[in-house]
């Protein structure tokens, strides 16, 4: 068993910076997202599923885990095609379908055409992923415009309204959305206070929509990271916090995206059949009370 303290990079951390929303290839290190080491089980044979944010980070290392378990993914991203394509190749690796679409969630009518495109190019949609996510940091909230706070929460919460709504028609019982969170949720880092705050209703949309879909048989939770290493970091953080980035947690580093991946094929999978509402903390130590 490898030492959770060591067994992936340690702050300091090369300083760096890139412009939003990032490239995974321009990072140092590199993120893991569980290309050399994930291994099935059929957990997800035959599913379909639709992830938000899917090119990168978090997004990429789920939808490589899906696909290894046996699921056909369809990518939603914005407009970071390198990595996108990236991501397809690994799904398709692995022996499943992939589509790879551009395009804004923040947008209602996109996220309308996401779900028309999976039912209609992978035959249906059984997992809904709610990765995407926008953040910027601010020293106060006197640099944060009205514009910048619609954006943060467009992108980040009005989407995953979007998507469930547009997703729930053709999720049959069984069915599974999973919701992506924060340690901020609970624990709010000031300087993203927009990005922190929509974080928080996610978690209360998790637990109000999980109710409102009990009966459908359809299952609702979200997971909380803690800090993660992907492209958002070194695209929207000064160099010194880049540097020391995951210091904080008790394991005294960020996560790899390979590190959150099964917290979602579990939440997805059948196995969770109880589990609604949840909120799934993988914060490297740091409570969420």
């Known amino acids: 068993m490898a030492d959770p303290n060591t067994s992936h990079p340690t702050p300091p951390l090369p300083k760096q910076q890139q412009e939003p929303p990032g490239q995974t ?61 990236e991501t397809v190749r690994w799904v398709e690796q692995a022996g499943r379908r992939a589509i790879a679409v551009p395009g804004d969630v923040a947008d209602e009518a996109h996220c309308r055409a996401l779900v028309d495109r999976a039912v209609r190019d992978l035959g249906g949609i059984d997992i809904l992923v709610n990765n995407a996510a926008y953040q910027m940091t601010f020293d106060g909230i006197d640099q944060i415009s009205a514009e910048e706070w619609d954006k943060t929460f467009r992108t980040n919460i009005h989407s995953q309204f979007y998507l469930s ?10 069915s599974a959305i999973v919701n992506t969170s924060s340690i901020n949720a609970k624990d709010p880092s000031p300087s993203l206070l927009p990005y922190a705050t929509t974080k928080g209703a996610i978690a209360n949309f998790t637990a109000g929509l999980a109710q409102l879909l009990a009966d459908k048989g359809i299952r609702v939770n979200c997971v909380a990271p803690g800090p993660v290493w992907t ?33 979602y094929v579990l939440l997805a999978s059948p196995e969770a059949s109880y589990i609604t509402g949840a909120v799934l903390a993988v914060t490297g130590g740091r409570p969420m009370l």
């Open 25 to 85: 290839g321009r990072m140092r290190p590199e993120p893991d997202h569980g290309e050399h080491s994930y291994r099935g089980s059929g957990r997800l044979e035959g599913k379909v599923a639709l992830i938000t944010g899917g090119d990168s980070g978090i997004g990429r290392a789920v939808a490589i885990a899906f696909a290894r378990e046996g699921a056909d993914v369809l990518v939603s991203y914005l407009d970071e095609h390198e990595d996108a394509r």
């Open 231 to 263: 492209p958002l970091i070194p695209s929207t953080m000064p160099e010194q916090k880049v540097e020391n980035f995951g210091a904080n947690t008790p394991l005294g580093r960020p996560a790899q995206p390979a590190e959150l991946a099964p917290a």
């Open 165 to 174: 709504k547009a997703a729930v028609p053709h999720l049959k019982p069984g």
